[in-house]
């Protein structure tokens, strides 16, 4: 039984989160770790879509032990339990990371983990990410995993419609993600800034988070006229930033 059972399933969605350091990464962890129904979350890294890099794992429990939590990470490559679906289904937040979204999709559902979260999530954990951890959780997503242009990816579908992470830092991802949303090989969507972040209840965007000035999500849309971008509200404060979706 997930240990999560009474709560709805949330999913927070990051568009840059670099857990190397840093206070405006610290403010969206504690954010993502204040949605568990948990003194002491137990918290899972997936890392599958940069192959399980020693170093991303390192990082991760690095930086979460700078909280009271419970960290973990699950292998595929080497897993230490052949119980997978018990073992993620007693953790109160999967935090997902960046990287090859295409070949960690690949993978899951051969495990099946892509079966495994979706129940997770339909029993109240947190799930969360970065980058690919951000735009799996979606209908279709904005990729780089496939070397030359950026390219449209049916994923999870959790969360309709499509996402777009690193909107702000990387020059190729909003015009990308207008060109196949016009083209419609993307259905309508969210880009998402750095240290920004969209929380979901259900299927429902109920927050825009935000951890330094500027940052904030879009909603982007095909009109009769072309594409339509709207920012939405997340004015930032010190520290971290939540505004109500509009």
Not at 16 to 24: E, K, M, Q, R
Not at 233 to 240: H, W
């Amino acid at each position: 039984m997930s240990a999560n059972s009474s709560r709805p399933g949330q999913i927070v969605a990051l568009g840059g989160h670099n857990i190397s350091g840093g206070a405006d990464n610290s403010a969206l962890s504690r954010y993502i770790l204040d949605q568990a129904a948990a003194e002491r979350p137990r918290i899972c890294f997936l890392s599958q879509g940069s192959s399980e890099d020693d170093l991303y794992i390192a990082n991760f429990y690095r930086h979460f032990l700078e909280f009271d939590v419970q960290p973990s990470d699950l292998s595929l490559f080497k897993p230490h339990t052949a119980d997978i679906a018990d073992f993620l289904l007693e953790q109160n937040v999967i935090y997902v990371g960046g990287g090859n979204t295409k070949s960690m999709l690949a993978v899951w559902r051969e495990w099946g983990v892509d079966r495994i979260l979706r129940q997770a999530w339909e029993q109240g954990t947190v799930l969360s990410g970065v980058s690919a951890g951000a735009i799996c959780w979606f209908e279709q997503g904005l990729t780089d995993s496939i070397p030359g242009n950026l390219t449209s990816l049916d994923c999870l579908g959790f969360l309709p419609g499509s996402c777009a992470p690193h909107y702000d830092s990387e020059t190729d991802r909003r015009p990308s993600f207008h060109r196949l949303i016009e083209k419609n090989e993307l259905a309508a969507g969210y880009g998402i800034d750095d240290n920004a972040g969209l929380h979901f209840i259900g299927a429902e965007l109920r927050r825009v988070i935000s951890s330094s000035a500027g940052a904030t999500a879009y909603r982007v849309e095909r009109r009769a006229s072309g594409v339509s971008e709207t920012a939405l509200d997340a004015s930032t404060m010190v520290g971290l930033t939540v505004s109500g979706a509009n």
